[in-house]
């Protein structure tokens, strides 16, 4: 197996576990679960030698792929799009988050009642869209991967999902459809307008002296981009959809959707909006970090009234959304670098929330914070994991969510002191509302008797620990993203001239 | 014309036409000998023979250079070769649709009619695609016109299928009228009806002052072709002609016929309207002035068709004003006059093919076992016959532009066009892609009923061969046109030579 064909085996693996799956009977629960499972590992398994291939300062180009795909016009030259997955060391971080994440929720999928076959096929369909999008290397095979994770989220939101499922189901699909059509529009124009649709070469073409395109024009298109990109992450007030279906979606899909999709926002933002048009960007950066304010604001108020806790865990990652746009708005390499950070960081603590959200949704059917009180007394592991959670996402050093915000903040204190000194009000909120929520749970008055509920089992604990394990290591030793990152850092940084 | 000059035709590249008209002749002809009781069935089977016959004739010619008999009234050149394509494999696929086809009342005593009438409005549609005078191209247009009149209403004894034959007719009759009188007027001020003696005559026309006549014309021929788009304003009669004729013609007019519109409409505006210049020699001609007006019909019909689709309840009706919105994306395409405008337009008219006909496979099936059109009785398919709800997933995705799929590639090349040029149509884009996130309320509100829905009732369905094979083949060119698209864009790249022989 040559190098180059790793990344179309990693992408496209888990499709061959959608084959196997396809003639298997509805019926066999316990296989079906296994195959879905397995599927997800070949991903995981290549995505790790990917990194420690990297680590070992082998070059990351090893992987790239490149062959001819679609001519559009009859001439060779142009209006050909080329299937190109490759990595840097950005990319790398997130196929990494993604596979383990991915993996991860396929073990929390065995809370899923019904229906495992539909349910299993789409989850792989999802992830193979999820490691698509962070390796095409070129646009429209880049929209073309973003596609795939809408359709399967429509389904397994709608069918898999709790009372309000289809309305979620839609409002995804909408915001998020509306979102994809402005970054069509976007990706089309630079087509059409350069004849190629490859991240690199646009960026040489777009910011040449004699580029094609206007000022105005790559303007517009930046505001476009940044509109597309903020949905999906979200950015306030596009963020009503986010909301409904972190409550609606089954706990292992918000996993995947809150530990992953609302990052292609913030991979999108870094690798296109800052990538291709840094002069532009510099521009809004300011308005970047503003809008990142009240995010974190926003969220971190509103998280504070919230009843569900999936309620609060969802304007939760509002507010903490507001700190990967702050990093980016520093627009220096600290700020970058804390946003970066904040992804992975956010990734991880978000999928243990929602896992423990799963559990605790299996076993007592409320999410409700004031039935949910006296945890502690019939799942002390469950609500300990749960208070080390909330302990990593509010920022306790030694955790990741403690480095990331650390550097986001930093960054920003270098230009808009002001600013940022609001903005910390945001990190006192967090650790407010975070307290109150898993304080209510676990210590809070017992309002139904726990006695006799399962703490954690078996499976759940490979979640519980892996994801433990990984923010405690990026909270002490900080390299292992750090360091893969350095380079790609570097290259942003050359490209906004600094 | 003496027999000699006959015979010097090249009568060969008529072969095509030829087929299908002699084997309609024939099977009319059957009809009235044939005892009552036969089954017509096998005259289903002839008809596909024939339009196989016909690919096969004209793949034949491919490569035969551009040549035109009778006075240049009739010409084989690559755009009409490409196109007859999509004519002749649309009409074969909803032939077998149409064997397939066994609603509960109303065909028995004109099965055999619906056979050959088919033939004659596929061969209307091909003598459009080929032909090089106003004169042809009406009697083609109206041959096609005529006969899917008396195809919407072959149900007999139905009421709604009566109704839909008489608003077709009444529609189509008003819309005709106005092309001809646009047409009167290039031929009062050119004195013939050739369309390239037209254009020479027209390109030196020394008073600016008869641009204003041309303009005048220009509108009057496109709004009255409009009708056969059913793109706005002459919309209207799809909704009810669709719900009313029998499945196998809505089908037919909502792919064949709407090809053939847009076939006719690129061979007479660009050649009529491409080369006049509108102020006196050396200015701009008159389709680029025109253009305005081209995109604000697009635009409208895209809204129109889009926006009330989401209010329907009935399937057929709900693809009567989807098929709406896609005549007004392929306007788009037309609109901007790109140099990609002949591949866009071939590419999206048969993807829209595979997926629409596909769709309608579906809903043939589903609406005759259920005897109902109504979208609830999609409710459950997937528990009921999982692969079928499958492939109508695949279609509607397809229909709504997803990756993947043939639809979208069809969209990415109609956006290539809208947006290269001095000019690039930011406005029109825009509203296609919007109006494409409305179609996904009604695209998915299908889905739903088909995927989240609980079934009324269990029973399984078994589906006729000819309804398998035409889902198989839509269902498959959807997903290869979707993910190698060049399979179908290097045969056209390579055979037409970017259409240079167009105005020769």
């Given at each position: 197996m040559s190098l180059s064909s790793v990344l179309s085996i990693l992408v496209f693996s888990p499709l061959l576990g959608v084959t196997v799956l396809a003639f298997m009977k509805n019926t066999q629960e316990k296989a079906i679960k296994i195959v879905g499972l397995l599927a997800t590992l070949p991903a995981l398994l290549l995505a790790l030698a990917c990194y420690f291939h990297y680590q070992a300062g082998k070059d990351l180009g090893d992987f790239s792929v490149k062959a001819n795909w679609i001519n559009f016009v009859g001439d060779k030259k142009y209006f050909h799009v080329a299937y190109e997955l490759g990595l840097n060391g950005l990319s790398l971080i997130m196929v990494v988050l993604t596979a383990i994440i991915a993996t991860l929720a396929a073990v929390a999928s065995m809370h899923i009642k019904k229906e495992w076959k539909g349910y299993f096929m789409l989850f792989l369909l999802l992830e193979t869209g999820m490691l698509g999008v962070f390796t095409s290397l070129n646009l429209i095979l880049f929209f073309i991967f973003f596609e795939v994770t809408l359709v399967p989220m429509f389904f397994l939101i709608g069918k898999w999902g709790y009372f309000e499922k289809e309305k979620a189901a839609f409002s995804f699909l909408i915001y998020n459809g509306l979102g994809s059509a402005i970054l069509l529009i976007v990706i089309m124009v630079l087509f059409a307008k350069t004849g190629t649709s490859n991240i690199h070469d646009l960026q040489q073409i777009v910011n040449a002296a004699k580029s094609p395109l206007s000022g105005s024009v790559k303007m517009g298109l930046l505001i476009a981009l940044l509109i597309a990109f903020g949905v999906k992450l979200p950015i306030f007030p596009l963020h009503s959809w986010m909301l409904r279906v972190h409550v609606q979606a089954p706990p292992s899909i918000v996993m995947i959707h809150s530990g992953i999709l609302l990052k292609i926002g913030a991979f999108g933002l870094i690798r296109f909006a800052m990538g291709i048009f840094p002069e532009q960007f510099k521009d809004v950066a300011g308005v970047l970090a503003f809008l990142g304010v009240i995010n974190l604001l926003y969220g971190a108020f509103l998280a504070f009234i919230q009843k569900d806790f999936k309620m609060v865990l969802a304007y939760s990652s509002i507010s903490h959304m507001g700190i990967v746009l702050i990093g980016i708005g520093a627009l220096n390499a600290t700020g970058i670098q804390g946003a970066i950070f904040q992804v992975v960081s956010h990734g991880l603590i978000s999928a243990l929330l929602f896992f423990l959200v799963g559990v605790f949704y299996e076993r007592t059917d409320t999410s409700l914070i004031e039935n949910l009180g006296g945890l502690a007394k019939g799942m002390p592991l469950a609500a300990g994991f749960l208070l080390a959670g909330a302990m990593a996402s509010l920022g306790l050093p030694g955790m990741s969510g403690f480095v990331s915000e650390f550097m986001a903040f930093l960054g920003l204190f270098k230009d808009m002191p002001v600013l940022a000194a609001v903005g910390t009000i945001g990190i006192i909120m967090t650790a407010a509302y975070l307290l109150r929520a898993v304080l209510g749970m676990t210590f809070g008055q017992a309002h139904r008797e726990f006695a006799g509920t399962m703490d954690l089992k078996g499976a759940e604990f490979v979640p519980v620990l892996t994801l433990m394990f990984l923010i405690v290591l990026i909270g002490v030793y900080p390299s292992v993203l750090s360091s893969p990152l350095k380079t790609a850092l570097e290259t942003i940084m050359l490209g906004l001239g600094g | 014309m003496s027999l000699e000059t006959l015979q010097s035709?090249?009568?060969?590249?008529?072969a095509p036409e030829f087929i299908i008209l002699a084997v309609a002749a024939l099977l009319s002809l059957l009809d009235l000998f044939m005892p009552d009781k036969m089954d017509r069935k096998v005259f289903g089977y002839v008809g596909i023979a024939a339009i196989v016959a016909a690919i096969a004739a004209l793949a034949g010619m491919i490569d035969h250079p551009v040549a035109s008999i009778l006075d240049d009234t009739f010409r084989l050149d690559a755009f009409s070769k490409v196109f007859k394509f999509i004519l002749l494999g649309g009409s074969a696929l909803v032939l077998l649709l149409a064997v397939s086809y066994e609603p509960k009342e109303g065909m028995e005593e004109s099965r055999g009619e619906f056979y050959y009438l088919f033939l004659t409005a596929l061969l209307g549609a091909m003598m459009m695609a080929s032909s090089g005078d106003l004169i042809t191209l009406f009697v083609g247009l109206e041959l096609l016109s005529i006969s899917s009149y008396i195809l919407a209403g072959i149900k007999k004894r139905n009421i709604k299928s009566n109704e839909s034959a008489m608003k077709y007719v009444i529609n189509g009759g008003i819309s005709t009228a106005i092309t001809l009188f646009g047409m009167s007027y290039v031929y009062g001020l050119t004195g013939t009806t050739n369309l390239k003696g037209i254009a020479g005559q027209l390109a030196s026309l020394g008073n600016p002052q008869y641009a204003y006549l041309l303009g005048l014309a220009f509108l009057m021929i496109f709004i009255g072709l409009a009708f056969k788009l059913a793109a706005a304003p002459f919309h209207m009669w799809a909704p009810d002609v669709y719900q009313g004729a029998p499945t196998p013609v809505t089908a037919f007019l909502s792919v064949v016929s709407k090809s053939a519109g847009f076939i006719l409409i690129t061979r007479v505006l660009l050649s009529i309207f491409g080369v006049t210049p509108s102020n006196g020699p050396g200015s701009i001609p008159i389709l680029l002035h025109m253009q305005d007006y081209i995109s604000f019909i697009a635009g409208a019909t895209m809204i129109i068709g889009n926006v009330i689709a989401l209010r329907q309840t009935n399937i057929k009706r709900l693809f009567a004003y989807s098929s709406i919105a896609h005549a007004g994306y392929i306007l788009v395409a037309f609109a901007s006059l790109s140099f990609v405008m002949f591949d866009a337009i071939w590419f999206y008219l048969l993807a829209y093919l595979f997926m629409n006909l596909g769709a309608f496979a579906v809903i043939q099936l589903v609406s005759e076992k259920e005897g109902s059109e109504e979208i609830s009785q999609f409710a459950g398919l997937y528990k009921r016959s999982p692969w079928l709800a499958a492939a109508m997933g695949i279609l509607i995705l397809s229909l709504a532009g997803f990756p993947g799929t043939a639809g979208f590639i069809g969209k990415v090349n109609i956006f290539i066009g809208a947006f290269t040029g001095d000019n690039p149509h930011y406005v029109l884009a825009s509203i296609m892609i919007a109006t494409t996130v409305v179609s996904y309320f009604y695209y998915f509100g299908i889905l739903t009923q088909i995927f989240f829905r609980p079934a009324a009732k269990e029973t399984k369905f078994n589906i006729p061969t000819g309804i398998l094979i035409v889902l198989t083949i839509c269902v498959a060119a959807t997903v290869i046109l979707g993910i190698l698209p060049n399979t179908a864009l290097d045969f056209m790249h390579n055979h037409t030579n970017q259409f240079t022989d167009f105005l020769q």
């Open positions: - | 035709f090249q009568w060969g590249i008529m």
